[in-house]
């Protein structure tokens, strides 16, 4: 099984900045895409930003310029540095990885328990 710990949300005021932090452990042979993804009480889980084993990355348009995904594969974590935060950026933000427990294996996709972050106006 492969685990995925977040860690780094919590309560902030607008303009401000977070560093959020996701650590995949157990039986993994390989990460390929690591992400963030974004949960706001009463709406649908939506895309924030991913990155692959390569360094590839993409981002929603609500958070280009503002938000950074980076990752460090030595230690199989991914990071969201969150700056000039919003109102609207308040949600729980899961860490999401796509990962192969052996070598011949097939991705499998696996999600983190979320962590929430909090922007107050």
């Known amino acids: 099984q492969v685990q995925l710990v977040e860690s780094g949300g919590g309560l902030v005021q607008a303009g401000g900045s977070l560093r959020l932090s996701c650590a995949a452990s157990g039986s993994i042979f390989s990460i390929n895409t690591m992400g963030w993804y974004q949960q706001a009480p009463g709406k649908q889980r939506e895309l924030v930003a991913t990155?692959?084993?390569?360094?590839?990355?993409n981002y929603a348009d609500s958070v280009k310029g503002r938000f950074t995904i980076s990752r460090d594969n030595a230690k199989n974590t991914v990071y969201l540095q969150m700056n000039s935060l919003k109102p609207e950026d308040t949600a729980v933000y899961y860490c999401n990885c796509n990962a192969k427990r052996y070598r011949w294996s097939s991705d499998l996709n696996y999600w983190g328990q979320g962590t929430q972050v909090t922007v107050s106006s």
């Open positions: 990155i692959t084993s390569g360094g590839s990355t």
